[in-house]
């Protein structure tokens, strides 16, 4: 029918090039339209986990043209107020919810842990390859006390590697994130002056350093500054190629982020029986990594539009299960088994 | 009442609609301010209350203990904002000189000055970038070595950091070059000939015509232009949060990294969450009073200028 009227139009104006524009113009909004009876979703919410989910709907989508999806890294705080405003059909969070959060949708929240992660302190020395720090050293740079890559308290762990004299430039985040929450609990829980002088929270005053906006302003500041060292998910170290330091877990060993010590990371935290929100805030184990996290979706335990809420179920079905493969290619950490059945038993509340 | 306009009244016209247009539309403008300042100052209400006047003076900004004092931020933005007026000014001026006066043939001078005028036209996160390139490993080589021979004294003790106050300022006094010289430029050329022409009559050489005649008759235009670029540096976001290094501590030293309370809106807004917001949005309008009230200053000194040099064109 489109192109029917189209070619009508094309006709009388004697095939010009012109012609050939408007029947572009045209059309293409008249066929968008006839497209749209799809399921329309709109997601909002952290910007740790938002490269994995952008694949997560592009996948989707094309084994089920039926569904538009949109999500946008926002950030966890903005994504917790959007889906309180039920502005989107499923909100994001590193922080998950806490009570209060939840109580106030009245709707009713069911929170679904997507996948994990784990945070890295990535640095930039040249020619420096490796580099181990131990809990006190990691803890004194991010307080300020340890100023140069020379420090005894480095060198102690680093024997055979030469340190430069030069200052360490501490990179850290400006803005509220999903990733200050976990990695501030994590000193916090592993030192009492941290704990004091900083606390815990989605956004904390640093005592020292410099700040950039999101995981990837802390990134650039790393790659911008000689002798810098912050705090980022994986995947955004491991795409700018910048090499992350070996930390010491609670069991005294020396472990780098991979997805097999994130795994075991992830596989010694006790989730509550029936809500979902659990941080391995400083795992045990010889081969974890310390610094480890889900992030957690947020949906409706109701949804107003029963499309709408089946259409989100099957997505988040399809992203626990099909979707946990691209986890690992992108710098996640797939989610244990036990976890993904836990969710999927979760999943069934929604309506 | 001019005579006119008395006029028109005498003829009894219909409604000017053109009239009735322009003033609605001039109306529009006042109340959208007037909105503006409400949406600020009603969420900002609570911390208006819990800090009061302490919001200024306070050294801490804590989100996560509900601790909000400016601050850091009130001295960052003035300190890059003058800063970068104290490496602009003199440059913008001499840039001035150079175009009102004729020691290049006119067309050589249109091009610079229309040069200088385009750098208005970059976009404030091209400038980011740029000093992220360019004037941050610049001020890292050039700062390390300031610290290590300068140390002592607290502008430029260590470590230094690429991002920082001085990589800021450098960057903001590109960004306001050419509105002062633009400006500047403009009450240069404004000073009628007759002076000029007076002064080379009682003898006086060509530079001392230039300081001491031109400059004075237009120095109310320069320091309007300056008034401008002040306001301008204050509210600039964008590049300032690209290269200054967000941090909420004091610090005497340029090499250090610092924050303005543009800077910490565009960074914090985003998550901010109960009280964050409205301490906020008190920035925001501490912000916005400030540059009102500059602008406002600049355009004061102006309107004074045109009167005390209308007798003289």
């Known amino acids: 029918m489109n192109l029917m009227t189209g070619g009508v139009i094309a006709t009388r104006m004697k095939n010009s090039k012109?012609?050939?524009?408007?029947?572009?113009?045209?059309?293409?909004?008249?066929?968008?339209?006839?497209?749209?009876a799809a399921t329309q979703l709109q997601g909002a919410g952290a910007t740790f986990p938002a490269p994995l989910y952008q694949r997560w709907i592009a996948e989707y989508t094309k084994g089920n043209p039926n569904v538009q999806i949109n999500y946008q890294g926002v950030?966890?705080?903005?994504?917790?107020?959007?889906?309180?405003?039920?502005?989107?059909?499923?909100?994001?969070?590193?922080?998950?919810?806490?009570?209060?959060?939840?109580?106030?949708?009245?709707?009713?929240?069911?929170?679904?842990?997507?996948?994990?992660?784990?945070?890295?302190?990535?640095?930039?020395?040249?020619?420096?390859?490796?580099?181990?720090?131990?809990?006190?050293?990691?803890?004194?740079?991010?307080l300020g006390k340890i100023k140069k890559w020379n420090d005894p308290a480095l060198a102690k762990t680093n024997q055979g590697v030469s340190l430069p004299n030069l200052s360490i430039t501490v990179c850290e985040r400006s803005d509220g994130s999903g990733t200050n929450f976990v990695f501030t609990k994590h000193l916090s829980t592993i030192s009492p002056e941290f704990k004091d002088k900083v606390g815990e929270g989605t956004s904390v005053t640093w005592p020292t350093g410099v700040a950039g906006k999101g995981n990837d302003g802390v990134t650039a500041l790393i790659k911008q500054n000689k002798g810098a060292i912050g705090y980022v998910e994986y995947g955004y170290a491991k795409n700018n190629k910048l090499s992350s330091a070996q930390l010491q877990n609670k069991a005294g060993e020396f472990v780098a982020a991979t997805t097999a010590s994130g795994a075991a990371t992830l596989a010694t935290t006790q989730f509550p029986p029936n809500l979902l929100r659990a941080w391995p805030s400083d795992p045990d184990g010889k081969e974890c990594y310390p610094i480890a996290t889900f992030t957690w979706l947020l949906l409706y335990k109701k949804y107003d539009n029963g499309q709408t809420g089946e259409a989100v179920k099957k997505f988040v079905d399809w992203g626990l299960t099909e979707g946990q493969k691209f986890s690992e290619e992108l710098g996640y950490v797939p989610l244990p088994k036990e976890i993904v059945d836990k969710g999927m038993e979760a999943l069934k509340a929604v309506q | 009442m001019s005579p006119a306009l008395g006029n028109m009244k005498r003829l009894k016209k219909p409604p000017d609609f053109f009239l009735a247009l322009t003033w609605v539309a001039s109306v529009a403008a006042v109340l959208t301010l007037l909105w503006i300042l409400e949406s600020i100052v009603l969420p900002a209400w609570p911390a208006i209350q819990q800090d009061g006047l302490g919001f200024f003076t306070g050294t801490v900004w804590d989100v996560n203990r509900n601790r909000y004092g400016a601050l850091p931020f009130l001295i960052g933005t003035a300190a890059s904002s003058l800063i970068a007026l104290c490496i602009a000014l003199p440059l913008g001026i001499f840039i001035a000189l150079f175009l009102s006066e004729n020691f290049l043939p006119l067309a050589v001078r249109q091009v610079i000055r229309f040069v200088v005028e385009l750098l208005a036209a970059i976009p404030s996160v091209v400038y980011g970038l740029w000093g992220i390139a360019v004037v941050i490993p610049i001020v890292q080589q050039f700062g390390g070595y300031l610290s290590d021979y300068l140390g002592s004294i607290p502008l430029f003790s260590g470590p230094a950091t690429g991002n920082s106050m001085l990589t800021a300022s450098l960057v903001l006094a590109i960004m306001v070059l050419p509105t002062i010289t633009a400006v500047s430029r403009a009450a240069l050329v404004a000073v009628p000939a007759t002076l000029r022409e007076g002064s080379y009559a009682v003898g006086a050489t060509r530079w001392e015509t230039i300081f001491r005649v031109l400059v004075p008759t237009a120095a109310p235009g320069i320091v309007a232009a300056t008034i401008l670029a002040f306001g301008r540096a204050m509210g600039e976001t964008m590049a300032v949060a690209m290269l200054i290094g967000n941090s909420p501590r004091l610090s005497w030293s340029l090499l250090s990294p610092a924050g303005t309370l543009a800077a910490l809106l565009a960074n914090q807004f985003g998550e901010a969450q109960g009280l964050q917001i409205s301490a906020l949005m008190y920035a925001a309008l501490a912000l916005v009073l400030l540059t009102l009230f500059v602008n406002m200053a600049g355009e004061a000194v102006l309107r004074h200028a045109e009167k005390t040099t209308a007798g003289i064109r």
């Not at chain 1, 012109?18 to 749209?36: D, E, G, I």
């Not at chain 1, 107020?81 to 806490?98: H, I, P, Y």
């Not at chain 1, 945070?119 to 991010?142: C, D, M, Q």
């Open chain 1, 75 to 142: 950030g966890s705080g903005a994504g917790i107020k959007q889906f309180t405003q039920t502005l989107v059909s499923f909100g994001a969070s590193d922080a998950a919810m806490t009570d209060e959060e939840i109580a106030a949708v009245k709707q009713g929240v069911v929170l679904i842990p997507a996948t994990a992660g784990s945070i890295v302190l990535p640095y930039n020395l040249p020619g420096v390859a490796t580099l181990k720090l131990s809990r006190e050293a990691y803890v004194g740079i991010f």
């Open chain 1, 18 to 36: 012109v012609s050939f524009l408007f029947l572009a113009t045209m059309t293409a909004p008249l066929l968008q339209w006839s497209a749209s």
